[in-house]
Nanobody, 124 residues
Framework: QVQLVESGGGLVQAGGSLRLSCAAS????????MGWFRQAPGKEREFVATNSRGGSTYYADSVKGRFTISRDNGKNSVNLQMNSLKPEDTAVYYC??????????????????WGQGTQVTVSS
């Protein structure tokens, strides 16, 4: 099992940047595929980005070129650097992990472990 704790959310103006972090417990972090999802009020949870065990990355079209996911296996963490933020990026952002083999993993049901979420609010 792995426990996930997100941090780094907050309020930012449109065009600004934020960096989210997700700290994972356990000694087998490198075995997990890591993902970021988000959920805006009244909307379904949607895929944002994922990082494979080997460091490959995959992004939702809506964030491609603006967001960067990265992992540090030595620190048991995965980060999401968010640049050029837009009001439509406002949501609760969740970190997720899974040990499965399919790639890319872009559906929420493909992840077994979730953090509690961190709020990101982008003002216009």
């Amino acid at each position: 099992q792995v426990q996930l704790v997100e941090s780094g959310g907050g309020l930012v103006q449109a065009g600004g940047s934020l960096r989210l972090s997700c700290a994972a417990s356990g000694r087998t972090f490198s075995r997990y595929v890591m993902g970021w999802f988000r959920q805006a009020p009244g909307k379904e949870r949607e895929f944002v980005a994922t990082n494979s065990r080997g460091g490959s990355t995959y992004y939702a079209d809506s964030v491609k070129g603006r967001f960067t996911i990265s992992r540090d296996n030595g620190k048991n963490s995965v980060n999401l650097q968010m640049n050029s933020l837009k009001p439509e990026d406002t949501a609760v952002y969740y970190c997720a992990a899974d040990i499965g083999n399919t790639w890319p993993r872009t559906q929420s049901y493909e992840y077994n472990y979730w953090g509690q979420g961190t709020q990101v609010t982008v003002s216009s």
